[in-house]
């Protein structure tokens, strides 16, 4: 039976698809067959961040209005074997997402693969909410910055009474903090919040701390997920979180600033 | 630390303000998530913490409410833990 991950964080350009595609191209080269569903209708951005754009004929919501089968839509990723993207459609209709059509796929996608990342969209709106409700795990996307704290909360509040597990008064979704665009730097001025303030302040597991990094854009110009930009700190912070969410005890990196020159210590910021 | 450093060390830190906001904020939003009760309770726990604070220091939970329903009637119950050397 599949696991259902959804990424998701509130506030919007936290980095929800760049690790959903990190996270998906991971999970498939640990060995699982994996699908990155983009949930984010109207916006479609996965199939971009994973260098497939030419290549999507259809997409989640043909899937369902039945104008097209999952075998039809999903494609298959070149680099990784057993990973798979469903893009997302770029119809403007907010109720293309039906509560029934979006129960199908899952369904239909929970018989063939092992985990299904669904790469959910900025805000509370249906969108979200669909990407969030089939989720067995989520992982909450955080930037150290008060605005984004404050809508991980919320969205925090909204697995734990909103999603299907919650209605269907199962166990509880399980919740990861992923701490994105960290500046250690920054962090030891005083400027930004620290990954314990982070921690403290959700009290939820923390699953990895991503630099904030060049290699992202580099990547996302390429159409590469950074996960396969092995000697990027960004791609080594991904490659840690991924086997940190398979059960594996990796030590915590990329959270110390670096030292600085003369030059940097007498004028630096 | 350098020169700019020492400058900024003169005010309070931003981070360690954003994380004292953010702390009475998400308690405040929880709390409203889970009584159910009217909109303003949280706003009328941080007010009377404020009141009760220029008498004396209290921690944030020393004001507990909560709202109960009996027949016709809210009730609404209000405790406030004074620290022990002013018993
Ligand atoms: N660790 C990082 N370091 C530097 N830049 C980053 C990092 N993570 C994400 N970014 C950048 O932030 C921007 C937003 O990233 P991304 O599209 O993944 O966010 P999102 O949460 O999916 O956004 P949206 O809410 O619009 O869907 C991109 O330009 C991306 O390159
Ligand atoms: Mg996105």
Redesign the pocket.
Same mark, same amino acid.
């Given at each position: 039976m599949a696991r259902i991950v959804v990424v998701t =964080?509130g506030?919007? %350009?936290? %980095?929800? #698809? #760049?690790?959903s595609a990190a996270l998906g191209t991971g999970l498939a080269r640990a060995g699982h067959r994996t699908v990155v569903v983009d949930f984010?209708v109207g916006?479609r951005?996965l199939d971009l961040?994973m260098g497939c754009e030419r290549r999507v004929v259809y997409d989640f919501v043909n899937v369902i209005n039945q104008e097209a089968t999952l075998n039809q839509a999903m494609i298959k990723d070149k680099r990784v074997d057993g990973l798979y993207i469903l893009a997302a459609s770029q119809t403007r209709d907010k109720d293309a997402l039906t509560d029934e059509g979006v129960a199908r796929v899952m369904e239909e996608l929970a018989r063939d693969f092992d985990y299904i990342v669904c790469?959910s969209? !900025?805000g509370i709106e249906r969108g979200a909410m669909m990407a969030m409700y089939h989720a067995d795990e989520a992982i909450v996307?955080t930037n150290p910055e008060v605005s984004s704290v404050r809508d991980s909360d919320r969205v925090l509040g909204i697995l734990s009474s909103k999603s299907r597990r919650a209605e269907e008064g199962r166990e509880p979704v399980r919740e990861h903090l992923l701490l #994105?665009?960290y500046s250690p730097e920054r962090v030891k001025q005083g400027d930004m919040l620290s990954v314990e303030d982070v921690r403290e302040i959700l009290g939820i597991d923390l699953l990895g701390v991503?630099?904030? =990094?060049?290699a992202?854009?580099n990547a =996302?110009n390429a159409g590469v997920p950074v996960i396969l930009e092995e000697d990027t700190d !960004?791609g080594q912070a991904y490659q840690d979180a991924v086997a940190r969410f398979l059960g594996e005890d990796r030590p915590h990196r990329f959270l110390e600033a670096q030292k600085k020159g003369l030059f940097g210590r007498l004028f630096g910021s | 630390m350098n020169l700019l450093g020492y400058f900024r060390s003169q005010r309070k830190r931003s981070a360690k303000v954003a994380k004292e906001r953010l702390q009475i904020l998400v308690a405040r939003e929880r709390a409203g998530a889970h009584t159910g009760g009217p909109d303003y309770l949280p706003a009328l726990q941080e007010e009377l913490l404020d009141v009760i604070r220029k008498y004396v220091e209290v921690d944030r939970d020393a004001v507990q409410i909560q709202l109960e329903k009996e027949g016709d009637y809210d009730i609404l119950e209000l405790n406030i833990t004074l620290p022990d050397s002013h018993r």
């Open positions: =964080s506030k919007g %350009g936290v %980095g929800k #698809t #760049t690790t984010d916006l951005n961040i790469d969209p !900025a996307v #994105t665009r991503i630099p904030e =990094s060049k992202v854009l =996302s !960004a | -």
